[in-house]
């Protein structure tokens, strides 16, 4: 099925039948956590954009709060990723009922990787409590399009 001249066999996840990686905000209030690798290199064998990007909010212990939290992709070796776009999320978690957030962000301009890069995330966060966020992916659209 074409649309907008790509067919669904051009999109992709990454990674695919496997969990993503899992990735921190330290506990001290906008404050970036270290870089986590989702995609290594040598990995997507062609150019592509990334259109979103999936994460799994994980409880912490500020309930009951408007939280604010920053995600950032990035390509390039461990330890000298460039930030290639930065998400912001405002969100309220309840996790006394149970809540998880599960978000799928659409990215507002598809960003455009070359192919065999390294894509990382990183996240930082308004409170000084330390949050995990799992599962994280992106969703890609290989290019030049078929």
């Given at each position: 099925?074409?649309?907008?001249?790509?067919?669904?066999?051009d999109?992709?996840?990454?990674?695919?039948?496997?969990?993503?990686?899992?990735?921190?905000?330290?506990?001290?209030?906008?404050?970036?956590?270290?870089?986590?690798?989702?995609?290594?290199?040598n990995?997507?064998?062609?150019?592509?954009?990334?259109?979103?990007?999936?994460?799994?909010?994980?409880?912490?212990?500020?309930?009951?709060?408007?939280?604010?939290?920053?995600?950032?992709?990035?390509?390039?070796?461990?330890?000298?990723?460039?930030?290639?776009?930065?998400i912001?999320?405002?969100?309220?978690?309840?996790?006394?009922?149970?809540?998880?957030?599960?978000?799928?962000?659409p990215?507002?301009?598809?960003?455009k990787?070359?192919?065999?890069?390294?894509?990382?995330?990183?996240?930082?966060?308004?409170?000084?409590?330390?949050?995990?966020?799992?599962?994280?992916?992106?969703?890609?659209?290989?290019?030049?399009?078929?």
């Amino acid at each position: 099925m074409s649309f907008l001249g790509y067919t669904t066999k051009d999109v992709e996840c990454y990674p695919l039948a496997a969990s993503g990686p899992t990735v921190a905000s330290p506990a001290t209030a906008w404050t970036w956590g270290s870089w986590v690798e989702i995609v290594p290199a040598n990995t997507v064998t062609v150019d592509f954009v990334i259109t979103h990007l999936v994460a799994l909010e994980f409880p912490t212990a500020v309930t009951d709060t408007r939280l604010q939290t920053v995600f950032q992709l990035g390509i390039g070796a461990a330890g000298s990723e460039v930030a290639i776009i930065s998400i912001p999320v405002s969100w309220y978690i309840d996790s006394t009922v149970g809540h998880l957030a599960p978000w799928i962000f659409p990215l507002p301009t598809p960003r455009k990787v070359t192919a065999n890069s390294r894509v990382a995330v990183r996240v930082a966060h308004s409170v000084a409590t330390a949050s995990t966020f799992g599962s994280c992916k992106i969703v890609y659209i290989k290019l030049p399009y078929t």
